[in-house]
């Protein structure tokens, strides 16, 4: 609960990403959130070119491909 309490004020939502105190870990670890093209255009803003992009299954993915069965997208990145 205290892990609860103390993460919740520190949740964040708006329209390309969200913060969400989850319950994995007794509340102790706050995630984010955001889909995998606002994730391209946030990379590229920061000065970071996508390389690759792989599921949790270690596919790759492209830009284009349906994510909805990973949970999870993992980016490799360079600094451009």
């Known amino acids: 609960m205290i892990n609860f309490l103390k993460n919740k004020r520190r949740e964040q939502f708006n329209e390309t990403y969200a913060i969400i105190n989850d319950k994995a870990h007794s ?3 706050l995630t984010y959130y955001i889909n995998k093209n606002n994730q391209l255009l946030q990379n590229k803003d ?3 070119e996508t390389v690759e992009m792989y599921d949790i299954f270690g596919n790759t993915l ?3 491909d349906s994510d909805n069965h990973s949970a999870w997208i993992y ?6």
């Not at 980016?75 to 451009?80: D, E, L, R, S």
């Open 46 to 48: 920061i000065g970071l």
């Open 27 to 29: 509340y102790a670890l």
């Open 62 to 64: 492209h830009p284009g």
């Open 75 to 80: 980016y490799v990145t360079k600094k451009t």
